[in-house]
């Protein structure tokens, strides 16, 4: 009964397998669109001290401010914070995810403050398959060049 009403989501990181939280809301919900109509009517009661069809345009922009944060916040929730994968960029263009790993987890392995935590969970392929799968055309595997 109280998932409901909780923000975020637990879940793993399709890549590391690192427990992290995801924001369950992408767009905007039935409260946003009563806080923005709150905002624009308190706005337009500051400016003009009476009703004043103008109200709308404040309420519009309201909408657009608070769907942008609502989709920002989201956006950045879903790419994990420890290897860099990102599973949205991945569904549009693979290379460029594992390029974007392989840059993080360069930088991870370069930085002092790395050097004592627990090392990552990362994806292993046997030699057989990683040749198997590089053969096939599948591209650069992550994995094996770390």
């Not at 370069?110 to 935590?117: A, S, V």
Request: charged content about 25%; overall charge positive; proline content about 5%.
């Amino acid at each position: 009964m109280f998932s409901l009403f909780k923000s975020k989501h637990n879940c793993y990181c399709a890549f590391c397998k690192t427990p992290r939280n995801i924001y369950r809301k992408k767009n905007i919900g039935v409260m946003n669109i009563i806080a923005a109509a709150m905002a624009s009517i308190v706005v337009m009661f500051a400016i003009w001290q009476e009703y004043d069809p103008r109200v709308m345009i404040a309420f519009v922009v309201c909408l657009a401010i608070s769907e942008v944060f609502v989709q920002i916040r989201w956006r950045l929730s879903v790419v994990c914070r420890t290897c860099g994968f990102d599973p949205i960029l991945y569904v549009k263009d693979p290379t460029a995810a594992a390029d974007k790993v392989k840059v993080q987890l360069d930088v991870r392995k370069q930085d002092p403050k790395y050097l004592l935590t627990k090392p990552l969970n990362l994806p292993t392929i046997t030699p057989k398959k990683a040749e198997a799968l590089e053969n096939k055309g599948k591209g650069k595997l992550v994995s094996r060049s770390i």
